[in-house]
């Protein structure tokens, strides 16, 4: 079940990934009658081989689950690299909700291979506009025996990302969302 989750998460985002971002003038242009959500989603955990995150966000118009490979993704920084990925979603007008974020990690005890799946809520509401670009921060698990979620506004390292990215040197129609902890 848990690996049939996963292969449906991968073929999504998959799809999600060969649409091309836009860009004119050194800025993000959401496509006609859509807005851009960028958030950045991190990770750190004892598996530094197979740990992986989702972030899951939901509208009126569906689902969509985002993820990040401790193994796999880098978010370029001018002073340290950040484990995870940056991503730009464009999703059509409406409110839409962070709901969750997920990890899933492995670690070896009394010499048996065990995994662990942890789902840490945050139930953050945001708006996206037509035409609107939103960075609502980065979303961090640490994945461990007391597996967190932190929520933090790294908007320089992301900018500076999606200029080594996507060539944006224009960021002043970014508009900062943050998302809030969520309530412990």
């Known amino acids: 079940m848990f690996k049939s989750l996963i292969l449906s998460c991968v073929l999504f985002l998959s799809a999600c990934a060969s649409v091309p971002v836009a ?42 689950d985002l993820n990040a490979s401790i193994l796999h993704d880098t978010i370029t920084a001018p002073n340290k690299n950040a484990t995870g990925k940056l ?13 969750s974020a997920v990890g899933y990690w492995r670690y070896t005890a009394a010499g048996w291979p065990q995994q662990r799946h942890e789902q840490l809520p945050i139930g953050q509401s945001f708006e996206v506009k037509a035409g609107e670009v939103i960075y609502l921060g980065e979303v961090h698990l640490a994945l461990n025996f007391q597996s967190s979620l932190i ?19 224009d960021t002043s129609n970014i508009k900062t969302r943050l998302l809030s902890n969520p309530v412990r």
């Open 151 to 169: 929520i933090s506004d790294q908007h320089e390292r992301d900018f500076y990302a999606l200029g080594q990215q996507y060539g944006i040197s």
């Open 23 to 64: 860009v004119m003038q050194g800025r993000l242009a959401p496509p006609v009658g859509q807005g851009y959500v960028v958030v950045a989603l991190t990770l750190n955990s004892f598996d530094q081989d197979g740990a992986n995150a989702w972030l899951r966000l939901e509208g009126s118009q569906g689902r969509a």
């Open 87 to 99: 991503h730009i979603l464009s999703l059509p007008p409406g409110q839409y909700t962070a709901v």
